[in-house]
Each structure stands twice: as C-alpha cells, then as structure tokens.
C-alpha cells in the first residue's frame, strides 16, 4: 500500500507547512467547508441567545409596566456609546478581513489591534459605568433590594436577572473573542503556516465577531430603549 | 393476592368515552403491528437468500405505491385527531352547576378544601352524578392530580390556580395520584377518591368530614374574618373609594384596566390582584396597595378570601356571625 | 492555492461599501435612540397602542441593522447559497420557538366561570348550587 | 492481524507505512490526541459503553425495587437518585451519542468518500467534553445524587431539590457542546467532503439519517444547554426566572426543555432509522425500496420534530388551543415515520435475504419500533394522553422507542460493522442468541408496563400500594423479563471482546455489500481511509449492477461463509 498522506496529489497533509489539511483536496475546498462550518456553528448560537430572547420577550410581554419602570435604571447614554463602539469594531474587523484578503498582514495586524481596543472599551465601559454602579445600587441579583416606590420588586428583580444573564452571555462572548483575536495575532505575527497567506480564518473570527455585535444590536432596544 | 385487572374501574363520565378512542387507538396499534411484522417475517422467510420464489420484476420505487400507504394512514391520524380533540374540548369544558373544591399540592400530600369548610387530606370525597370543578393550586414545586378511575389528570402549578372538571358517576373508592415527579416522597403523595351517593355525601359533609369534628365554619366565612382582620375592608368597603374598588360583587364582572385589557374577575384574577397587584391596575387607581399580600396570605387563607368575594354581599357585612352549631350548614 | 482573484467563492468586497454600512448603522442607531424618546402613546391617545408602536419601529430598526451587518461585513451578499441558507435559517428556526407564546396568548381564552369569552353572563352562583351550603353571612351593616 | 509486523513507528514526517488506523501507532497518547474519526469512534464506543453500563445497573435497581409495592430495598431519597440518573445516563450520556458518535463518526466519512470529516480536532474536542461532562455527572453522583428526574423540571430542580443538581447541569451543558460539535462536524462534511459522483441522490440513507440528525443537534441543543443553565443560574444566583416567586412561569421551562427534547428523541431514533436502512438494503442485497422518501422522510421528520414538543405538556396547564394545535402537528410525524416502515417492509420483497444476527436486530428493530411508534398515537391524542401521560403507559411507549428502536438499530449496527471496525468476525451463533433474548427479554419487560400504565400506575412511583394487588404482578413480570434483557445486552460485551482476538478475519466486504466502506476500503480501514480518491459511478445500494455484473465489489466474498479475506496490497514504501 502506498503512503497514504502522500497518495492525493502531492498537496500537504495536516503538519505540512502550507495550510491545508489533510482531509481536503484543496484550498477551495476546505475554505469552503470552514465558512460552512461557521455559520453552522453560528446558527447554534443564535438558538443559543434565542432561547433567552425568549424568555426575555416573554416576560417582558408580561410585565411592560415593571420592566418600564426597571429599565430607567439603565444608563442609554452608555448603552448607546457601547453600541457605536462595537459597530465601529465591527467595521475595523471587516477591515482586517479585508487586508487579510489583500494579504496586507501590517495593515491587517493594525485592524486587529483596533477591534481588540473597541472591544476592551466596551468592557470596560460595561463593567465599570453599568455593572458596577448596579451592584451598588443594589441591582444585581443576589444583593437585589428594590426600594423605589413604584414598581414591582419581583418584577424589577426578575428584568435585572434577565439584563445580567443576557449582557453577561454578552460580554462573555466579547471576552472569548478577545482572546480568539489575540491568538490569531500571535499567528500572523508569527507567520504562522495555518494563517500565511490564508484568510479565511481571519474571516471565521471575523463573521463570529459580527454575530457578537448582532445581538448586542437586539440587546440595546431590548433593555436600554423600552416604551412605556 | 393478586388480581389481573387490564383496565381502571370506570368511575367518571369521561372514562366510558375514553375507553371507546382508547380501545380503537389500541386496535390500530394491533393491526399495524401484527400486519406489517408477519408480512416483514413472510417476506424474510420466503425470499430468504437461495430459496426457489420467484425475483421477477422487483422494483426499488413507485410514486403510486408510496402514495397509497401514506395516504390511508394519514386519513386514519386526522379521524383519531377529531376524535380526540372534540372528547378533550367536551373534558375542558366548565359543566353547569360544578359543586366547587379546592386542592393545594405540597410536598408531599393533597390538601383538600370543600367550600362548607371540610378539609381533608390526601382524600377525597366526592357525590355521584355532580358535576365536580377542581381548583388546584400548587405551595411548592409543580404536582399532577391524577384519578386513573375518572381518567383525569391535571397539573397543579404554583403561582397559579389550574382546573379540571369531572364527574364521577358509580360510588367507589379509587386510588387518587400525584403523576408529576415532586421530590423525596413523590410515591407516597397519594390516597383515595371516595364517591358516595348524593344523599350520603351530604351526610358526610354535614357530619363535617370523615374523621374531623364538625366544622365551624365555611371558607367564605373564614375568608370574611381574614378580610377583617387584615383590614382590607378600609379601602375595599361596600362602595368603591379613593383608594380601591369595592370587592362587593366583583366577581366574574368584566374590570377595566389602565393598560386597555378588560379581564373577568376570576379565581385568577383576583389572586393575582391580591398579591401582585400592580401587575395591572384597574382604571381610575394608582398603586397604593400596600405590603406584600404574598408574605400574609397562604395558598389556603387566598383561597377563603376568594371564596368570600364570590359570596354574595360580600365586603357589605364585615361582621360575620360565626356558626357554633354542627357546621355551617343551613341547608 | 487558488489565487483570489480567480476564486470565485472569495470576493473582496470593496472599502467603500464598508464605510457605507458604517455610516448606515450609526444613522440608524441613532434613528431608534430618537424614536424610543418619542412616546407615540401620547400622540396617538393610546398608550397600549403607542407602546407596540415604538417596540415595532425599534425592532424593524434592530432587523434592518442586522441585516446590514450580515449581508456587507459578513459578507453574505457576495456568498454561496449554501451559506445564505445557513445564514438565514439559524434566525428563521429561532422564530419557531415563538410557538410558545401561542400558549400565553390564548391561556386566558378559558375563562373560569364562562366557557365562551363572549359570555358575560355569569354561571349560577357558588351559593345557587346544591350540596353547597352558603356561608350564613348577615347584610345589614356597611363597611368600615 | 497481530502477526503482521509493524514497522516502528516515530511520530513526525514521513510517515510509516501503515496497515491500518488501529496498528498504526500503538502509544496511549496516540490515541488521547488523535484526529482520525474512526480511533475517535472507538474512544466514543468504549465510552458511552461504560455509561450504558452504569444505567443499566439503575435500571435494574429500579427493577428489583418495583418487584414490591412497598419497596423493600430503597428508600425512597435513593430510588429517586436511582431513576434520575438511569434518565440521565441513558439518555445524554448514551442514546444521544451512540449511534451518531460511534458509527456516524466511523462511517459517515468513509460513506461519502473523504479521509476524515471536515474538522478533525474540533471532533477529538467533542469527545472530550463528553468526557468531561459525564465525569462531571458522575462526580455530581458521588457527592450525593440527583434526585429531578431526568426532565428537571422546575421548581424542584431550580428551588426544592437538594441534590447535586448544579454540577450535573455544568456536566450536561457541557455535554451538549460536545453533541454540537458532532453536528457541526458532520453538516460541515457531509455538505462539502463527498466524494466526485457522490450526489445527493447517491448518499447511502445512513447519511442522510445522520445530517437531519446533525440539523436536529444544531438548533436543539442551544436550546436546552440555555435552558439547563439559567437552572443553574437559579440556583446559584437566584435569577428566578423560572420560580414564581418573581413572577416568573415554571411551565416556560418545560416549553424550552421540550423545543429541544422533544426533537432529542429523534437524535436518538434517526441515526437508528438510518442503521437500519443500510441493514436491509445489505441483508436483502436489494436498493432500499423508495429510496427517495425514506431520505427524504428522514428530513421531514427532523423538521416536524420541532413544532410538537407541546404534545408533552398537554395538561401541565398549558393554553387548551394551544394544545389542540400541538396535537395535530404530533398526528404529522405519524405520515414519515409510517412511510419509513413501510418502504422497509417493501426492500424485503423480491429480496435475497441473508437471515445474519444484524438482519436479526433490523427484523425485531422493526416489531419494536411499530408498538412504539404506534403507542405515539396515545399521546398525540389529547384525550388520552389526559388520562396516560404520566404512567407507566408513557415510560413503556418510550421504552419501546428507545431501546426497541434506537438499541436495537444500535446493536444491528455495531454486528454488521464490527468487520469493519476491527477486521474480525463475530461469532455469528452468540450474536443470533443475543439478539434472541433481547427482542424477547424486551417484550416481556415492557408489555406488561402498557397494561400498568392504563391501570394508573405513576411513572417514578416506587410505592404502589395504593394498587398493590392489581399491579404487582405485572411488576413482576417486568423485572422477570429485564433480567433475560440484561443478559442480552450482556452477550455481545463479552463475545464482541473474545473476537477481537479470537474472531474470523473478516476480509474488505464479508457481507457483499454495496457502499465505499465495503468497496473501498479494507478492514479495518487504513487511517486516511481511501488510498486513492474514490469516483462514485452507481446509485447507492446498486445491487443490481453487482448481479448484472456492472458493478464489481471489492471482495471475492460474496459466499459470505467463507470470509475470506482479501489479500493485502503490497506495500510500497
């Protein structure tokens, strides 16, 4: 029997120092079946906060006059700043996929350093202009007292959960894409053979970074901008 | 010892029509099964590999052939479906004249109330040939209240009164269930339905239950001396005031909301205005009632105020003559 | 490796669409934040009615930015049917799970003392049925 | 094979000549950080076996304790932790991941052609987060149990219950990201790794079985991994979403756990279903009958799937309308899963049948799965679900579905591909005996449940004294026949071992089967599985091409008897 690895048209096999792997034919092909696989794995992200948007829409539905009253708590002003800067990091990583494309690695690496400080500012700005003052003002849930005249405190308590549960999936997405951005730095800095000359996984980061900044897009009128 | 019993005792209604669908859905189950197995193990024998049957003219697909089985089967499903929704919509439907009792699941038993003020626990009695209305309500974690005679089952939620209707027709004494899985002892959150005749239950009612003494009082009564003793009749007096609608004769009217909804003034409604009031709130109000209702009521105190508005005059007669004779029963 | 410019499932999409999304988005992020102030409930006189109102404009707003999103800086538009497929069945699936709130909507459709919504008419009183003694209850005096 | 020498083996560049993926390296760490789908199948085999083990012996715990209505050997604390995690093991632990995780990740690659699936990391990932889950499970077990039931429903889960309901659910969440990861794999592999000519149209059903399974995962399981956390949130942090204290609904619960458990059961019944198509078509050496609705039947019922999960919650007081409407989207599923059957029944006419153990499994497969799916109708029927839901009535009708039909297809499977697998023959007398007293052993157990059901005996009850007299001899009966099912189940854990040794070689196709696992590839296959791209020019299960002689099988072994095997290529360096 012939060397197997070596049997497909003298392409590399897995540890080879081009990009493709093994289990392809070619560079056409496993592109096409990493941006598949992407999305696929998007879509079960989207069931993911799907299932909290429901519950949210739900309770909501149940309890607008409460959920009003609770949602005055929420600073619009730094939702909304929030807001421009993941859309402005949006825009820096459809860039980066740009020169990735173009095989600019300087400019793409500089792209990547700018989505990589939007989305430290809106942790930042999430955790010490929203999160924090809420844990003082005693808004969270697990030191809740709601002592404001009107309003439901269960209800008020069960919007704060709801907002916490959400905006912490949230932010947590915006954490593992920091740091899925700051390996795929380390790697085209380093040339590294599964990145050279290959942009398509700057283009899988980048679609999962857009889909972070979809939901937080639906996250914004949901919790900061509630009619009464 | 033993018994073999393949069906339940037939103590309700429902349970003579369930049996028609159940026995017609097991027919079905039967023929298709047998069919379609001794056809599958006939095949398999007869064209066994090397045996002399004849392969001519085997075929691997045909529209027409896919269509006729599908097809009839389909039928069958939708007949089996009207025939299951119109018994399960006649099942929903609230009887005329229900005789009322009030069921609280908790960990672990079935707490039960008659309007004239009998409780019992993990029993029930019941009359033969009345349309029964069972208001459930859960203290706890979520139970079924299930009576495997009368085919019925129903869930029994907490935060929410749930119904179900039956009517238990031949006097017995049939075990009564909890169906939904409620922690350490689930199986033993049982015990027994007992359906006497209309004469006898009266009696039983009368005499205040199986084991209890004579009750003193009915729920609505009790339910006036908690709407006393809570106060409620301060804003909630005989008129409407400032602070709050009268409850005199609020139940079952049509209430206006400020957000534009007009519900009825049921067991739910009033529960959840009771202890949740600015969930909604009538129009001409503002959310002034005060304290958390939920801390000072029960399951079973709501269930008595409750039943105290339904009464007649309600909130007029905040003085309540209690019965100190045999129960108060003054019919 | 296939070269880009020949590679027909790889299309660089040009800057200027980038900024143009952009500036798009940040149109409409502020459209939604000025409608959510405009309080259509007073305008119209109805506050139930108002309130739909605002939740729709900002939810088409919210749809119409997403779409933006995914069809230029995910490039979507420029992609396969396959991946459109995908793109757009994860948020269509999603919808199905608003089947649930056929169940909210229509719980109350059951009426406890009337089967019918349209029934205004009560059932018989509790107090009406037989085997049901009424509390002995004595109407002569007003409330507190 | 052993007697082959194996040239010594350094793991860098060039590679050594191999025979095949299980001699090829033999360090444990070879296998801890491999990529190749078919070393993955076998770690996945040896565990969801230890798993399916553990549940057993739940199951047989609740059997012994049921022989009595007062329960003579459990308290009831105990019996509660036992049922919870027989639910649980079985089903995320087992039936979840058998049949797609083990023959799915072994076959699907080698069906369509392509050396590996499309991400062979992301796939070594999904095991161990299966590991870590059931670990966590099992830790979560030790510490004290979980006594919810495998449901969860809230608020005993969320609120009431003391067990070590946290941590099992940071295991399952896991664990569900570990089933994500499969589909994610196969919907990738089976889109774009197909071999040239292998069209849609010529996909074996197994495949096709596997990416409606695939669809069900992706949209399912965020679902339920979601819902299982905000448990976990609310017992940790007392977010009350769920608990009525806070205003929040218990039932929204059981509407986001049915949206994916519902559909969960057929993760675990359409890989079976596809099993079972590949078991006739090669037993039968005939093209599966309606090829195209049976696929087709395949992706309906996946779809369906998701819009009947309330047919679970018929009377947890859930809107009546809403109700009715679920009831008649259940009646749909009935139409495709009927279509299958039927096509089933209609490949064994006109057939050429080979009466083989795994022909055995797919024969009782299909008895069992027609009692279970048939039951279905009880429950799709509001009125009697009313009445059934809740008893035995129901644990016996998912019984019948998932051991009668997903085991059973499971058992069929690993028979007609341990060949394959392991280049070995089992002992075909055993496998026929143990297929024997599965069908039986199952039958006996489970009939007299249906008759305890309708009697109104609770499910999860271990005290029916309330009945005693009425049920306890069916009880009886039920645990009688478990224990002829557990040997069953036992049989082919020692003979498929004692094979593995001992066993026939099997030789590249010892059934004569059409399908690039039995044409092209040997047994057991090599790890990159194909040594030249494969180029599909017949339909799938061309049969009869290979007796019109167009369409040559890899092995001289169409007298099956003789297993012969093929003789090795000569290998080149």
Not at chain 2, 225 to 242: I, R, W, Y
Not at chain 4, 429 to 453: E, H, R, Y
Request: contains cysteine; hydrophobic residues 45%.
């Amino acid at each position: 029997m012939a060397m197997v690895q070596d049997t497909h048209g003298g392409h590399g096999h897995g540890h080879g120092d081009e990009p493709l792997h093994h289990q392809f034919e070619d560079i056409h092909q496993q592109n096409e079946t990493y941006v598949i696989g992407m999305w696929t794995f998007l879509v079960t992200e989207v069931m993911f906060f799907g299932a909290l948007f429901l519950a949210y829409s739900l309770y909501r539905w149940k309890y607008q006059p409460d959920f009003y009253i609770a949602h005055k708590e929420l600073s619009v002003f730094f939702g909304g700043l929030n807001t421009v800067v993941l859309l402005i990091s949006s825009f820096f990583m459809a860039k980066a996929v740009y020169h990735a494309q173009r095989k600019e690695k300087r400019k793409q690496l500089n792209m990547l350093w700018l989505v990589q400080a939007c989305a430290v500012a809106f942790l930042f700005i999430k955790v010490v202009f929203e999160w924090m003052p809420k844990w003082q003002h005693h808004l969270t849930p697990l030191n809740f007292i709601w002592d404001k005249p009107e309003g439901n405190a269960e209800h008020a308590q069960l919007f704060f959960s709801l907002y916490f549960g959400m905006t912490g999936l949230h932010g947590i997405h915006i954490l593992a894409g920091i740091i899925v951005i700051g390996a795929l730095q380390y790697l085209v800095w380093k040339d590294a053979p599964s990145v050279k000359g290959d942009y398509i996984p700057t283009e899988m980061i980048g679609l999962y970074w857009h889909f972070v900044d979809i939901v937080w897009i639906f996250l914004f009128p949901l919790y900061y901008l509630l009619p009464r | 010892m033993w018994n073999f019993p393949v069906a339940p005792p037939k103590a309700s209604t429902y349970a003579a029509p369930h049996d028609y669908l159940f026995y017609a859905i097991t027919a079905l189950t039967v023929f298709f099964t047998v069919v379609v197995f001794a056809v599958v193990i006939f095949f398999a024998i007869k064209y066994r590999e090397g045996s002399k049957a004849s392969r001519e003219g085997a075929s691997d697909e045909n529209l027409r052939v896919e269509i006729m089985w599908s097809v009839p089967p389909l039928f069958l499903a939708f007949l089996i479906f009207a025939w299951s929704t119109k018994l399960y919509v006649d099942w929903r439907k609230p009887p005329d004249n229900a005789m009322e009792v009030f069921v609280i699941g908790k960990q672990w038993m079935w707490h039960v109330q008659h309007a004239n003020g009998v409780r019992e626990n993990n029993e029930l009695h019941l009359p033969a040939g009345v349309p029964i209305r069972v208001t459930m309500i859960s203290q706890d974690v979520i139970h079924a209240f299930y009576i495997p005679a009368f085919r019925s089952q129903y869930h029994v939620v907490p935060g929410r009164y749930t119904v179900q209707y039956f009517t238990p027709t031949t006097p017995g004494r049939y075990p009564l269930y909890c169906t939904m899985h409620c922690g350490t002892q689930h199986s033993e959150m049982g015990g027994y339905v007992t359906v006497l005749s209309k004469d006898e239950f009266a009696k039983w009612l009368e005499r205040g239950g199986e084991e209890q003494a004579p009750v003193t009082k009915t729920m609505a009564q009790r339910g006036a001396e908690l709407f006393k003793d809570k106060n409620c009749g301060s804003c909630h007096g005989p008129a409407d005031t400032v602070q709050g609608p009268s409850l005199n004769g609020i139940y079952g009217t049509a209430r206006k909301m400020t957000d534009g909804s007009a519900p009825i003034a049921d067991q739910e409604y009033l529960r959840e205005a009771i202890i949740d009031p600015y969930r909604r709130l009538n129009q001409g109000y503002r959310d002034t009632m005060p304290g958390d209702y939920r801390q000072v009521f029960t399951e079973e105190e709501l269930l008595d105020v409750i039943e105290y508005t339904k009464s007649p005059g309600a909130t007029k007669t905040p003085e309540v003559q209690v019965a100190t004779n045999s129960g108060a029963s003054s019919r | 490796m296939a070269a880009h410019t020949e590679d027909h499932g790889h299309h660089i999409t040009p800057m200027s669409v980038y900024v143009k999304t952009l500036f798009a988005l940040a149109f409409l992020m502020a459209l939604t934040i000025a409608a959510s102030y405009v309080d259509f409930g007073k305008i119209i006189g109805n506050s139930a009615l108002g309130s739909v109102i605002n939740n729709v404009i900002a939810m088409t707003i919210a749809c119409l930015k997403a779409v933006l999103v995914i069809q230029f800086f995910m490039g979507v538009k420029y992609s396969s049917k396959l991946t459109k497929m995908w793109a757009w069945a994860g948020f269509v699936w999603f919808l199905l799970m608003g089947m649930t709130f056929g169940d909210y909507f229509t719980r109350h459709w059951e009426p406890a003392p009337g089967w019918y919504a349209e029934d205004t008419e009560l059932p018989p009183r509790e107090s009406e049925i037989r085997l049901r003694p009424t509390p002995k209850v004595h109407s002569e005096e007003g409330g507190h | 094979m052993s007697s082959i020498p194996v040239a010594p083996q350094i793991n860098t560049d060039p590679p050594q000549p191999t025979r095949n993926y299980l001699n090829t390296e033999h360090t444990i760490k070879s296998w801890l950080l491999t990529g190749d789908h078919k070393r993955i199948a076998v770690l996945y085999l040896i565990s969801i076996s230890i798993f399916f083990f553990l549940g057993s012996l739940a199951a047989g715990f609740i059997r012994l304790e049921l022989t009595s209505p007062r329960g003579v050997l459990l308290e009831s604390e105990t019996y509660n932790k036992m049922f919870s995690a027989h639910g649980i093991i079985m089903i995320f632990f087992f039936l979840i991941p058998a049949i797609p995780a083990v023959l799915g990740n072994f076959l699907i690659p080698i069906m369509i052609g392509a050396r590996d699936l499309a991400f062979p990391r992301l796939n070594l990932l999904s095991w161990y987060l299966y590991l870590i889950g059931g670990v966590l499970f099992l830790i979560a077990l030790m510490m004290g149990g979980v006594d919810a039931g495998w449901t969860f429903y809230t608020p005993l889960s969320s609120i009431y219950s003391t067990g070590q309901i946290t941590i099992a659910l940071v295991g399952l969440f896991i664990t569900g990201f570990s089933s994500i990861a499969t589909g994610i794999n196969f919907i990738a592999t089976i889109h774009k790794m197909r071999a040239p000519g292998m069209t849609w149209d010529r996909l074996p059903l197994f495949v096709w079985a596997h990416y409606a399974t695939s669809i069900v995962i992706i949209l399912g399981t965020p679902v339920v991994a979601i819902t299982l956390l905000l448990v976990v949130f609310e017992r940790v942090f007392k977010i009350g979403v769920f608990s009525p204290e806070l205003g929040g609904d218990p039932v929204l619960f059981q509407h986001m756990f049915w949206f994916y458990s519902h559909p969960a059961v057929y993760i675990m019944i359409l890989p079976g279903m596809g099993v079972i198509s590949e078991l006739f078509a090669a037993f039968s050496q005939k093209r599966v009958f309606g090829y195209h609705f049976v696929a087709f039947s395949s992706l309906a019922i996946a779809a369906l799937g998701f819009i009947v999960w309330g047919h679970h919650m018929f009377v947890s007081s859930q809107s009546m309308y809403q109700g009715i409407v679920f009831s008649f989207l259940s009646f749909l599923v009935a139409i495709p899963s009927a279509v299958k059957v039927f096509n089933w029944a209609a490949t064994l006419y006109k057939g050429h049948i080979k009466l083989k153990a795994p022909m055995f499994f797919a024969l009782s497969f299909i008895g069992l799965f027609l009692i279970g799916g048939l039951t279905g109708l009880y429950f799709a029927a509001v009125a009697t679900d009313v009445h059934l839901t809740g008893t035995y009535f129901v644990v016996a009708h998912f019984h019948y579905v998932m051991v009668g039909g997903a085991i059973t297809a499971f058992l069929g499977g690993i028979h007609y591909w341990w060949p394959k697998m392991f280049g070995k023959m089992y002992p075909e007398s055993w496998a026929k005996l143990s297929a024997l007293l599965v069908f039986v052993g199952f039958n006996v157990t489970f009939l007299p449940q249906f008759v305890l059901g309708f009697l109104g005996m609770p499910r999860r009850y271990h005290y029916y004294y309330f009945q005693g007299g009425d049920m306890q001899f069916y009880n009886i009966l039920s645990t009688a026949g478990s224990t002829v099912l557990a040997i069953g189940f036992l049989l082919p854990a020692f003979y498929l071992t004692w094979s593995l040794k001992y066993g026939k070689d099997a030789g590249p196709n010892p059934w004569g089967a059409v399908g690039l696992e039995w044409q092209k590839v040997g047994s057991p296959p090599t790890t990159y599985n194909f040594e030249e791209m494969p180029v599909v020019t017949w339909e799938a299960y061309d049969y009869q091409a290979v007796r019109e002689g167009t369409l040559e099988l890899n092995s001289t072994a169409h007298h099956h008897e003789s297993y012969i095997g093929q003789p090795e290529k000569e290998e080149k360096v």
